[in-house]
């Protein structure tokens, strides 16, 4: 996440910061690291031009750029189709919440599908946050994982070309799991998805493949929120 949000209350009840399900086994796995399957090529030089140009460009003469709107069935517009697809295994249970604020706009999504013995569980959180007044650039991807199980190593992000101004893949470590944060002027977007094994043949999760499907469902998303 990008720091607390910017809104008077906090998140209050719908706090995103959730800790992953208690009866679910929280044994990392780790998956052959496959070469990635999207287009990276020259990813640290885009690296430096994008870090270059975000840090020269005057982004807004005024109040943040904002081509999206926010909304309160975020479940019902991020379905989550690709990750889906690409897991085997369909999301059954979801919660939404919401807030509206002089500062920020934000929708919050999280999914779930029911636990099964020797096997692998996935759980999904989707947010977007909107930010009214202030540039959302120097909280950008600094914010740790969303559970005190999964941490980010910084050596290990992945830059994504082609995805809003600039967007980020950050794995986790002592936590199975992926995170991909979108900013696209004053808008900032959150896919992230957690894996629990049920035994040591559930280890083999593509990590790969759950990237991949992550960026295909956050281009989705802007699309349907673009206003």
Known sequence: ???????????????????????????????????????????????????????????????????????????????????GQT?????????????VSPVQDWAYCRARMTYEEDSVSYGAEVQVQLHKRTDPVPEFATGPGNSPYAQIDPAERREVPGLGERAVIDRYYGFGGVRLMVLDGGAVFSLTVQWFLGDEEGSAVDGDAVDAALIEDARALMEKLRR
């Open 1 to 83: 996440m990008i720091g607390e949000p910017e809104i008077d209350g906090g998140w209050d009840k719908a706090h995103p910061v959730e800790e992953a399900e208690p009866d679910l086994p929280r044994e990392h796995a780790r998956g052959p690291r496959a070469p990635w399957r999207w287009a990276l090529g020259g990813v640290l030089a885009a690296s430096a031009v994008w870090a270059g140009t975000l840090a020269m460009q005057d982004r807004f003469t005024g109040t943040p750029r904002i081509d999206y709107r926010h909304s309160a069935e975020l479940c019902e517009e991020s379905p989550l189709k690709t990750l």
């Open 87 to 99: 897991i085997g295994r369909t999301f059954e249970g979801s919660e939404d919440s919401e807030g």
